[in-house]
Structures are given as C-alpha cells and as structure tokens.
C-alpha cells in the first residue's frame, strides 16, 4: 500500500475508533475544497483523508489493513474510486465530500442528478398575438431545503463507496473476470448515509415553494407553441452533493374570443348577406380585432368572393401584419312573410331572374 493510512490521519494503531473519526472530521473542515477553493492541492489532500478514514473507520478493514496492508485482505480489491488498480480502467475519480458544508462538485463518477420539468399551460387572447404581452405566473415547484441545504439532514460519508456514490463490482463469467462500475448499494448512489433526518424536509432535501415568475410572450406566437425557462423546473431529490434543477416548459393556449378564425398570420371572417345586398350592393361592419371596419359591398357581388383588409391580422415576430379576409356568403331565410313571398313571385317572373 503506497500510503500509510495512520500519517494521513495523525493517529496510531492505539488511537480508539472514536478519536479517528474526530481526527478526520477536524482535518476534513479543514482541507474541504468547497472551503478552500484558492488551493488546488487541498483537492488531493481531502481524498487521502477521504481514504484513510474509509479503512481506519471500519473494523473490518482496519483490521486486513493491519494484517495484510490491503483493507480487502490478501486477494481482494475495494470500492473506493481513487487509489486501487481498477479506478484507471473505467475512468473513476474521487468523488467523496465530508458533510461539512457544500458539496464537492468535481466527482465525474457520482450520478449528476436532475429534476424533474414542470409543463404549464399560459392562456393568452388573440388580440395579444398582435403585440406579444408580459404575464406574471405563479407555480408550486420543489426547490433545495434551505434548513439542511439540501442534504436532507446530518449525515455521514457513506463508508462503502467513500462518498462517489459508485463501486466497482466484478463478475466471472468462465475464465474471464468482467468489471463494472455501479450505483453504491448502501447509499444507493448518494455518497453519504442520512444520520438524522431535517425536520423541515423530511429527509428529502426539498421543499414546496410558489414560485412567481416573469414571462415574455412573443407576438407572432401561435397556439400549442411552446418554450423553456431553463432551471425553473424542479430540484432532484437531496441535491446537496450537486444536481441540475429541471426546466418549465411553458405551452401557449390562444383564445379565440372573436368570430375570427385565425390561419397564420392572416385572419378569415365569414360575411353572410342576403341574395338582394349582394345585387344590391351596400354596407357592412366587420368586428376587425381593433374594433369594428367599416365595408363596402360593391353590385352583383358573387357569394365566396374575398375582401381583404390588409395589415388588419395578426403580427409575426417582426411585426408585419397579416390581412383579415372578409369571405361573403349567400344566406337564405328559413321563413318569409307573405308579402315577401309575392314580392319574390313578382321578381321571379323578370327575365333576370328567370
């Protein structure tokens, strides 16, 4: 064994379990990178505590320490990730953290975990398509406990993987012995052993919280368009050794209030008139976005023709207007009174409306 486990420590083999485990707390607060970030080489200092107390912490290893210089006896190999033969084959690298404070964040091999997005739906008018809006939303999401920092309460460095959350396990299939590199069983990937559960968050590490929210809708947007506040979402559960907060992703809803249906950036209004205007000629009131447009019906207007009221639709991201497109159609009454009737008996007779 390279290092002598006892000098990393400042103990001796007499030195009882107890004062060994208040040795490496004191000289872990005092080289925690997280605490010292202006020294690098406290990094590798922090690990050689970090690997020291995992075999002198624990009998079982203390003893084959003692006995044969390897923690896992004369012929076998451990979990921890920095230090044993198998670390440079899978790329594993020191990932442990004392509990004193923020996590250590340089651990490629612990699982970097991320929590969940949230979806949220946003309802929007069609008139706020024109000009895109501000809208202030509030929404529950789960953050990092503020009374543990996360962690879910005081805890231990997990003996059994030193705080990497990954062990390597082999398996033999024949001659051949395969290596891999899993989750710890015992702490199932968290690198650390809850020893008292945060009374705030249940162990967890998370709280419910409302969060309020700014959010700019563009114009142009269309209904079922969707976008993302990137870290808004959720925290992972017990996010004290690092995580990534999921993101919100925002769905629009447009309303359509109006008897405007909506293609694009145009809008389409259905005009209907009776067969006498559409001779005729005349008026009409279209119930434009920005109030009501005045129309003109020309003579001998034929049923499907499209007036097109330019700039009167709906904006794009650049802001160019769309057109609103005044469909007319024929309608028929479904009654008529007497005199009408003979009025249309006297019309039918006239060769144009024969």
Known sequence: MSKNYYEVLGVDKNTSKDDIKKAYRNLAKKYHPDKNPEHKDFEEKFKDLSEAYSVLGDDAKKSNYDNYG?????????????????????????????????????Q??????????????????????????????????????????????????????????????KRQMGSTIIMSTVDCP???????????????????????????????VPKGINHGD?????????????????????NLIIFIDVINNTQLQRDGQNLIFNLYLPYTKLILGGEAIIPALEGDVKIVINKFTKPNDVKKLKGKGLADQRGNRGDLLVVVNLTIPKQITDEEEELLNQLSKLNNFK
């Open 108 to 169: 490629p091999n612990r699982n970097i975990k991320r929590g969940y997005d949230i979806k949220l739906k946003i309802s929007i008018d069609l008139t706020d398509v024109i000009s895109g809006l501000d809208k202030k939303i509030k929404y529950n999401r789960e953050v990092k406990c503020k009374s543990c920092d996360g962690w879910g309460g005081e805890h231990d460095t997990c003996s059994d993987c030193n705080g990497s959350g990954k062990v390597n396990m």
């Open 70 to 106: 390897n923690p896992d006896g004369p012929t076998g190999f451990g979990g921890f990730n920095s230090g044993d033969i198998f670390a440079d084959m899978f790329g594993s690298a020191f990932g442990g953290f004392s509990g004193f404070g923020g996590g250590f964040q340089s």
């Open 226 to 246: 969707k976008f993302q506040a990137s870290g808004k979402g959720n925290s992972p559960i017990r996010p004290g050794n690092g995580g990534i907060y999921g």
């Open 186 to 216: 015992k702490c199932k990937g968290d690198g650390y052993i809850i020893t008292h559960e945060c009374n705030e968050c249940k162990g967890t590490g998370v709280v419910k919280e409302e969060t309020e929210l700014n959010v700019n």
